[in-house]
């Protein structure tokens, strides 16, 4: 069946570090691949996405690419800060409008 | 504009007792969804409504049932409560089913079942 897989956290950074966020994924069809954020006591609310193979999502200097070969969208950053510290969701959207999310990852940036 | 607004924000119940959770998008979307989020498993999709008028079972609907009032509203009812319910629930919206239109969020229900 459809899944994602994403590294576990926490992740803890120092501030202007560089952040990537593995995540793989097993899915039949085409599925597209979306990148969640969640503050505390909030939703969560869509970072980035993408539909197709080899597309770049982009999003307030977050990035990630759609590997079909190695069925990957690892999620990077160049340079985080405090304002970033949030949990992390990877996600898939099948061909069924079904979506099927990762553990998430929680990321905590010091400054 | 509020989005996807849901109502309780929390909620406490025992085990045995009942209770509906409420959801309204207003936003024109077709299609809605109830999630639960339990630490260290993400979110996990519990009915959703690709259209007003139809419901189909998610992941893990053993325990609730739903209702799609009208194309705005998507109601949870827990018919008899048990700890394993206790979870924070989501519920969702997206424009159109089938396409690669995003899902957006309510900011959720937090609920304790003793």
Not at chain 1, 20 to 45: D, H, K, M, R
Not at chain 2, 14 to 20: A, F, L, P, V
Request: glycine residues 8%.
């Amino acid at each position: 069946g459809n899944s994602v897989t994403q590294m576990e956290g926490p992740v803890t950074l120092s501030e202007e570090a560089f952040l990537t966020i593995n995540c793989t994924y097993t899915a039949t069809g085409y599925p597209s691949l979306f990148w969640y954020v969640q503050y505390p006591g909030e939703g969560l609310q869509l970072l980035l996405k993408a539909t197709k193979a080899d597309d770049k999502g982009s999003n307030k200097g977050f990035e990630a690419t759609y590997r079909k070969e190695t069925t990957s969208f690892h999620l990077e950053k160049g340079s985080v800060q405090v304002s970033d510290s949030a949990v992390y969701f990877c996600a898939l959207k099948d061909n069924f409008n079904k979506f099927y999310f990762g553990s998430g990852t929680k990321l905590n940036v010091k400054p | 504009n509020a989005g996807v607004t849901q109502t309780p924000k929390f909620q406490v119940l025992k085990t045995g007792q009942s209770m509906t959770l409420q959801c309204a998008q207003d936003m024109n979307h077709n299609s809605m969804y109830w999630y639960r989020q339990d630490p260290g498993m993400g979110l996990r999709l519990i009915y959703y409504s690709a259209s007003e008028g139809t419901t189909d079972k998610g992941e893990v609907p053993n325990g609730y049932n739903v209702s799609r009032l009208n194309k705005r509203e998507f109601s949870l009812r827990l018919e008899s409560a048990a700890p394993s319910q206790t979870s924070v629930y989501f519920c969702a919206s997206s424009r159109l089913a089938g396409t690669t239109d995003t899902q957006y969020f309510g900011p959720g229900t937090r609920l304790t079942v003793l």
